[in-house]
């Protein structure tokens, strides 16, 4: 296979990949269970050669322009509606709250709304809407991921919304089902969060294809006590 042939050499060819691309090659690497290297974080005045670097992306299905992860088609299983399985790929930047992160995406800052959960207030204008229960909700989230993390984005039927904040399923890596419980619960933040007992779930249509299988993972993890059920507080009341 042509990327497993380019794995063997990475680490060599390592330093002419552009800097902003590095960790984009490296989990496509990644995903096709080649080695990962260690990429160093730089700025870097070469360049890798074009025709090179293109072939190995559009050998994985990623659009060398855009970085897109074309999935190849929709899922509809266990969902409320069919979404598309292409991914975009960005790297974070910092942890907003228990829903809500900025991230870097072809340049440019954006930040990104975890859609089909909601957790407790912690950075309201209004102080008195902030609680415990949210700090701890965007502590764990900041525990769990950090700056420079490559993530993947998956959209429902709406991309923004009246914030113009993007509105996501967040993927920590791509699965192999997209509609497998547990992948959801491992790999999406915001099946992860409602499965951790961090997050309610709430179904704002038109973009709740995934909530059946969140309030499945949510209740779940109400009835283990995990999260900030641990103590038996009606934390979500309001939410």
Same mark, same amino acid.
């Given at each position: ?6 794995? /063997? *050499? ?24 080649? *080695? ?7 700025? &870097?005045? *070469? @360049? ?12 994985? /299905? ?11 088609? +929709?899922? &509809? +299983? ?12 960005? *790297? ?7 829903? @809500? ?14 859609i089909g959960i909601n957790t407790p ?20 989230? +900041? ?12 959209? %429902?039927?709406?991309? @923004?919304?009246? #914030? ?11 699965? $192999?089902?997209? @509609?497998?419980?547990? +992948? ?13 007992? #961090?997050?309610?779930?709430?179904? #704002?249509?038109?973009?709740?294809? #995934? ?8 209740? %779940? ?12 507080? $009606? ?5």
């Amino acid at each position: 296979m042509l990327v497993r042939a380019f794995a /063997g *050499t990475f680490a060599q060819g390592c330093a002419l990949v552009p800097w902003r691309c590095r960790w984009r090659f490296a989990a496509c690497l990644r995903d096709v269970g080649a *080695t990962e290297p260690t990429l160093p974080r730089r700025r &870097s005045s *070469t @360049t890798w050669p074009p025709e090179a670097y293109d072939s190995v992306l559009s050998a994985l /299905g990623v659009d060398p322009q855009t970085g897109a992860v074309e999935g190849g088609g +929709e899922v &509809s +299983e266990g969902l409320r509606h069919p979404v598309q399985t292409d991914l975009t790929p960005v *790297t974070l930047e910092r942890v907003v709250d228990g829903d @809500t992160i900025v991230v870097e995406m072809n340049g440019t800052r954006e930040r990104v709304r975890l859609i089909g959960i909601n957790t407790p207030e912690s950075i309201a204008p209004e102080q008195e809407r902030n609680t415990e229960e949210g700090k701890d909700a965007s502590s764990f989230l +900041e525990a769990n991921v950090e700056a420079g993390d490559c993530l993947w984005l998956m959209f %429902d039927t709406d991309v @923004t919304d009246r #914030y113009d904040r993007l509105l996501a399923y967040v993927w920590t890596a791509v699965p $192999d089902d997209f @509609t497998d419980p547990d +992948e959801v619960a491992a790999k999406m933040l915001n099946g992860f969060m409602a499965s951790e007992g #961090y997050a309610v779930v709430h179904a #704002y249509k038109p973009n709740d294809a #995934y909530c059946d299988i969140l309030h499945d993972l949510a209740d %779940d993890a109400e009835a283990a006590g995990r999260g900030l059920w641990a103590d038996g507080s $009606d934390w979500a009341e309001g939410i």
